[in-house]
């Protein structure tokens, strides 16, 4: 399974990007996917959840982004988007796509799996 995240680049404050991340199965098809969310991490800090929404249609928001940030699903494309506004020079980060997905082999085994996109940076400028 591969996930492939697009959609960062440079924002001046205030403004807004939208973030999308879609999962393929490439030799493995993919079954289901639960949580797809997104995490950040700026220069010097750990990893962090920003947003991640659930199969169920539950959604959890990182304090700092509650209110500026949204985060939405097309389950029939695999695909997640973040929706980013009024961004803040403290937005600042290489975001990460990921989702636990269920996926099954040639011979129908299950695998269960937590996969990563690559990163697209996000930069906002003061």
């Known amino acids: 399974v591969q996930l492939q995240a697009s959609g960062g680049g440079l924002v001046r404050t205030g403004g807004s990007l939208r973030l999308s991340c879609s999962a393929s199965g490439g030799i493995q098809r993919i079954g289901r996917i639960d949580d797809m969310g997104w995490y950040r991490q700026a220069p010097g800090m750990q990893r962090e959840l920003v947003a991640m929404?659930?199969?169920?249609?539950?959604?959890d928001y990182t304090e700092s982004v509650q209110g500026r940030f949204t985060i939405s699903r097309d389950n029939a494309k695999n695909t997640v988007y973040l929706q980013m506004n009024s961004l803040k020079p403290e937005d600042t980060a290489v975001y990460y796509c990921n989702a636990k997905v269920i996926s099954y082999n040639w011979d129908d085994t299950p695998v269960a799996g937590n996969y990563w996109g690559q990163g697209t940076l996000v930069t906002v400028s003061s």
């Open positions: 929404s659930n199969m169920g249609g539950n959604i």
